[in-house]
């Protein structure tokens, strides 16, 4: 039996594309950040960023409307015969059943309590550059934030899990733990040594309060999507509406919002909405930032829906991924070599070991040493199905029992006859 075995599952497609896109996407913000910048002010750019997320969530509509139009198509005799089903009855999990929805009386509640996270979450970046005029995109340090927020934001994930869901902790989930958080634990002094010694231009205290700004994402995405997974599981709701209802809840805070800043704080300020980008290159940064958002977005519940929002942690690490592969790449660009190669290599091998600790979490790679493999749900089932064949044999062999004793009683009568 080998030390190390990997689950398969057909839905891990959805966590290499969201990897795929997310190291192209990230790769081209580093180097061509330009592009991305339509005003001048990075605060006025955050907040655009902001609306092109929600816009990315309202394509979700065009989704449900297929969906509806194709359950509406395998219905159509069901219609003819007098069964008329509403709208939403008809977007429900394609799960092969004839179930009707039913959602709970906190459906409302949690819908909107999600939009609410949701868009605090987003906004959280236009916040800290409206706060702190004098930064910018490139005088803070984008990696550091990454680093630390994601790995805090994995951990968080296991903790609400445990708190809100219940999920039974089991031994390979503290090996898990355990090993991302003594990866933090080391990766956390390397970010320090790179900002204070090693990252030209940055700003080392503006990038301190950047990440502690920021650092409100940690609690308000995992709970979000602890509660999209309820909605999930208790509402019958399928991805592509609770992106789309999202989006809707989204849109209307915006439209209460926006008036708010803009008469009140962007009214009084300079230069806010002067653009910097030609139109075309606008136009083709809108398109794909929208859509390639829409895919992560869309991707990513996708991810929680078929496991749960502890496995969003695997798709996240990828951003600090892409951090350390950008930063390899501009060293061996740059013409000064220095240490800090040594810095970057162990931050790499710091982030693949976290990848690891929260694939063991997921179970999609298993230890089969030291009893980590004993809980592990495929584990589980294979021991319920021998346990069950087992019993079969057991059966089987008091059924033959039986007709053995069967036989020699009629052959006693026989004799004694």
Same mark, same amino acid.
């Given at each position: 039996? =080998?030390?190390? =075995?990997?689950?398969?599952?057909?839905?891990?497609?959805?966590?290499?594309?969201?990897?795929?896109?997310?190291?192209? &996407?990230?790769?081209? $913000?580093?180097?061509?950040?330009?592009?991305?910048?339509?005003?001048?002010?990075?605060?006025?750019?955050?907040?655009?960023?902001?609306?092109?997320? +929600?816009?990315?969530?309202?394509?979700?509509?065009?989704?449900?409307?297929?969906?509806?139009?194709?359950?509406?198509? %395998?219905?159509? !005799?069901?219609?003819?015969?007098?069964? &008329?089903?509403?709208?939403?009855?008809?977007?429900?999990?394609?799960?092969?059943?004839?179930?009707?929805?039913?959602?709970?009386?906190?459906?409302?509640?949690?819908?909107?309590?999600?939009?609410?996270?949701?868009?605090?979450?987003?906004?959280?970046?236009?916040?800290?550059?409206?706060?702190?005029?004098?930064?910018?995109?490139?005088?803070?340090?984008?990696?550091?934030?990454?680093?630390?927020?994601?790995?805090?934001?994995?951990?968080?994930?296991?903790?609400?899990?445990?708190?809100?869901?219940?999920?039974?902790?089991?031994?390979?989930?503290?090996?898990?733990?355990?090993?991302?958080?003594?990866?933090?634990?080391?990766? /956390? !002094?390397?970010?320090? #040594?790179?900002?204070?010694?090693?990252?030209?231009?940055?700003?080392?205290?503006?990038?301190?309060?950047?990440?502690?700004?920021?650092?409100? *994402?940690?609690?308000?995405?995992?709970?979000?999507?602890?509660?999209?997974?309820?909605?999930?599981?208790?509402?019958?709701?399928? !991805?592509?509406?609770? $992106?789309?209802? *999202?989006?809707?809840?989204?849109?209307?805070?915006?439209? #209460?919002?926006? !008036?708010?800043?803009?008469?009140?704080?962007? %009214?009084?300020?300079?230069?806010?909405?002067?653009? %910097?980008?030609?139109?075309?290159?606008?136009?083709? $940064?809108?398109?794909?930032?929208?859509?390639? =958002?829409? /895919?992560?977005?869309?991707?990513?519940?996708?991810?929680?829906?078929?496991?749960?929002?502890?496995?969003?942690?695997?798709?996240?690490?990828?951003?600090?991924?892409?951090?350390?592969?950008?930063?390899?790449?501009?060293?061996? $660009?740059?013409?000064?070599?220095?240490?800090?190669?040594?810095?970057?290599?162990?931050?790499?091998?710091?982030?693949?070991?976290?990848?690891?600790?929260?694939?063991?979490?997921?179970?999609?790679?298993?230890?089969?040493?030291?009893?980590?493999?004993? &809980?592990?749900?495929?584990?589980?089932?294979?021991?319920?199905?021998?346990?069950?064949?087992?019993?079969?044999?057991?059966?089987?062999?008091?059924?033959?029992?039986?007709?053995? @004793?069967?036989?020699?009683?009629?052959?006693? @009568? +026989?004799?004694?006859?």
């Amino acid at each position: 039996m =080998s030390f190390i =075995s990997f689950n398969y599952n057909k839905n891990l497609i959805y966590a290499i594309i969201y990897w795929a896109l997310e190291i192209i &996407n990230r790769i081209i $913000m580093y180097f061509e950040w330009g592009y991305f910048e339509l005003f001048e002010k990075d605060s006025i750019n955050q907040y655009f960023f902001v609306l092109l997320y +929600n816009i990315s969530d309202l394509l979700a509509g065009f989704l449900v409307l297929y969906i509806n139009c194709s359950l509406k198509k %395998k219905q159509k !005799p069901k219609v003819e015969s007098g069964e &008329n089903k509403s709208f939403f009855n008809n977007i429900e999990i394609i799960s092969g059943g004839e179930k009707r929805v039913h959602h709970s009386k906190n459906f409302i509640y949690e819908i909107i309590l999600i939009c609410l996270l949701d868009y605090i979450s987003r906004s959280n970046y236009f916040i800290f550059y409206q706060i702190y005029q004098e930064a910018t995109y490139e005088n803070v340090s984008q990696k550091a934030q990454k680093d630390i927020i994601i790995n805090s934001d994995i951990i968080s994930r296991y903790i609400l899990s445990i708190f809100f869901q219940k999920t039974k902790v089991f031994k390979h989930h503290k090996f898990s733990i355990i090993i991302i958080s003594i990866g933090f634990l080391f990766l /956390i !002094p390397t970010d320090i #040594i790179s900002i204070h010694y090693f990252t030209s231009g940055i700003n080392e205290g503006l990038s301190y309060i950047y990440i502690a700004i920021t650092f409100l *994402r940690v609690i308000l995405f995992p709970f979000e999507d602890v509660i999209v997974k309820k909605v999930f599981t208790d509402d019958y709701v399928i !991805p592509e509406l609770l $992106m789309f209802l *999202r989006g809707i809840g989204e849109f209307i805070l915006i439209l #209460i919002i926006t !008036p708010i800043f803009y008469f009140f704080v962007w %009214k009084n300020e300079n230069n806010n909405f002067v653009f %910097k980008n030609e139109l075309t290159n606008a136009i083709l $940064m809108i398109i794909f930032y929208t859509l390639s =958002s829409f /895919i992560k977005a869309y991707v990513l519940l996708k991810v929680i829906y078929y496991f749960s929002s502890q496995s969003v942690s695997f798709l996240i690490i990828s951003e600090s991924i892409t951090g350390s592969i950008y930063e390899i790449i501009k060293f061996f $660009m740059s013409e000064k070599y220095d240490y800090k190669i040594i810095i970057l290599l162990i931050e790499i091998v710091i982030i693949i070991i976290t990848t690891f600790g929260t694939l063991i979490y997921d179970e999609i790679i298993v230890i089969r040493k030291w009893g980590l493999d004993k &809980n592990v749900a495929k584990e589980i089932i294979l021991r319920g199905e021998s346990e069950i064949n087992s019993i079969g044999l057991i059966v089987d062999e008091d059924e033959e029992d039986d007709e053995e @004793e069967k036989n020699n009683n009629i052959l006693l @009568e +026989n004799v004694y006859e």
